[in-house]
T-cell receptor
């Protein structure tokens, strides 16, 4: 199932710092990327999607996609303790009836 | 968007027993997906369930062990048969409105003794 590679496995940043997460799809059929965040005890919730080359910014979150390499990164600036969570990259094939594939996740800890 | 509710929130059962997890959506959805998640690990897609048809299972999951029903466009049930300690995990139902983000239920935490 694992067509999606995420790194690092875990990451610790100080409050106010920048967190950078990475994701690569190994299947060119899966090239529509989403980032999800899961706080402890909850279900995952979507943060943002990115389907085109370049950057997409939503508040403190910026995603960057390189379609040639099927690599996407997520950058969180001014990290807050409330950003501490599991972050999943999910990739879909564009068929709405097919579930996206999730990466193994990155555990982010933001230290006050 | 779609809201998904799951029941029960958590369950504890003995090895060899079966249990049902229900998922209800607040609006009609074409596909429902079931995921398994071990403690703070990845979400493993178990199966896709469409109304009125047999669920499609992913490698490693079978309908004998995890039968899924989808009687209508707002409801699905996942059964865990012959539960074993290795089945102890969190089970999520999920759905995705037309080309939108994927929505998840709150999860059912299962402990098998």
């Amino acid at each position: 199932q694992q067509k999606v590679q995420q790194s690092p496995e875990s990451l610790s940043v100080p409050e106010g710092g920048m967190a950078s997460l990475n994701c690569t799809s190994s299947d060119r059929n899966f090239q529509y990327f989403w980032w999800y965040r899961q706080h402890s005890g909850e279900g995952p919730k979507a943060l943002m999607s990115i389907f085109s080359d370049g950057d997409k910014k939503e508040g403190r979150f910026t995603a960057h996609l390189n379609k040639a390499s099927l690599h996407v990164s997520l950058h969180i600036r001014d990290s807050q303790p409330s950003d501490s969570a599991l972050y999943f990259c999910a990739v879909s094939d564009g068929n709405n009836n097919n579930a996206p594939r999730f990466g193994a996740g990155t555990k982010l800890s933001v230290k006050p | 968007s779609v809201l998904l509710y799951q029941k029960p929130n958590r369950d504890i059962c003995q090895s060899g027993t079966s249990l049902k997890i229900q998922c209800v959506a607040d609006s009609q959805v074409v596909s429902m997906f079931w995921y398994q998640q071990f403690q703070e690990q990845s979400l493993m897609l178990m199966a896709t369930a469409n109304e009125g048809s047999e669920a499609t299972y992913e490698s490693g999951f079978t309908k004998d062990k995890f039968p899924i029903s989808r009687p209508n466009l707002t409801f699905s049930t996942l059964t865990v048969n012959n539960a074993r300690p290795g089945d102890s995990s969190i089970y999520f139902c999920s759905s995705r409105p037309y080309y939108a983000e994927q929505f998840f239920g709150p999860g059912t935490r299962l402990t098998v003794l």
